[in-house]
């Protein structure tokens, strides 16, 4: 349970921002740290603190659109399931389509898939077989880049259905990580860097 102190301070974080646009490093101000979660050394980005605040919500999505507008893509996909969040209002902002890439078993129909690796373990992504038309422009979008795994493994689900990778996007990149190295040649837009 957290700290009465700690949420008071997150209200009084939320008034003294003023009125939008807020910029990338106050909206970061908002996202929490929990130590050790999921497992222990981990220190979690908890992107939740953001989100209930509509303002700063609102800020971040018209942020990353417009970070990523000039990509003109046809389909923004996201990953299941914070990628949800911020993939479909994106999505919506851009007049494009949104496509989901679901989690092992997820999907009705034809589905291809893909498995890849985590720190602890494989986790499987898939994405239905007609979602992307070959030469579509994509851009994937996800909550946090750390590794770079999981976008990893949605480029090559896109690139299996001939689609083209406009750009991956993503509301925090942790660059210690170094995910974007695992990512080469393609265009990586983060709003929020730590």
């Known amino acids: ?70 990509y003109e893509p046809s389909v923004v996909i996201g990953m299941e399931s914070r990628g949800f969040i911020f993939a479909a209002p994106i999505a919506y902002q851009l007049s494009a389509g949104f496509v989901p890439v679901r989690k092992l078993g997820k999907l009705p129909g034809e589905v291809i898939s893909t498995e890849y690796d985590l720190e602890y373990g494989t986790n499987t992504l898939e994405l239905h077989s007609d979602a992307i038309a070959p030469g579509e422009r994509v851009l994937i979008v ?37 995910g974007r190295d695992r990512l080469g040649n393609y265009q990586v837009i983060s709003l929020i860097q730590f």
């Open 142 to 178: 996800d909550d946090l880049l750390a590794t770079g795994g999981t976008v990893s493994a949605t480029i090559e689900l896109v690139e299996r259905l001939h689609g083209q990778v406009a750009a991956v996007a993503f509301l925090v990149e942790l660059k210690d990580l170094k």
């Open 1 to 70: 349970m957290r700290d009465v102190r700690h949420i008071e301070r997150r209200q009084q974080m939320g008034r003294d921002l003023g009125d939008p646009l807020y910029s990338p490093e106050q909206l970061g101000a908002m996202i929490d740290d929990v130590p050790d979660f999921p497992k222990k050394g981990i220190l979690f980005k908890d992107i939740t603190t953001l989100l209930k605040d509509a303002r700063a919500f609102r800020a971040a999505i018209d942020a990353l659109t417009g970070l990523v507008r000039g």
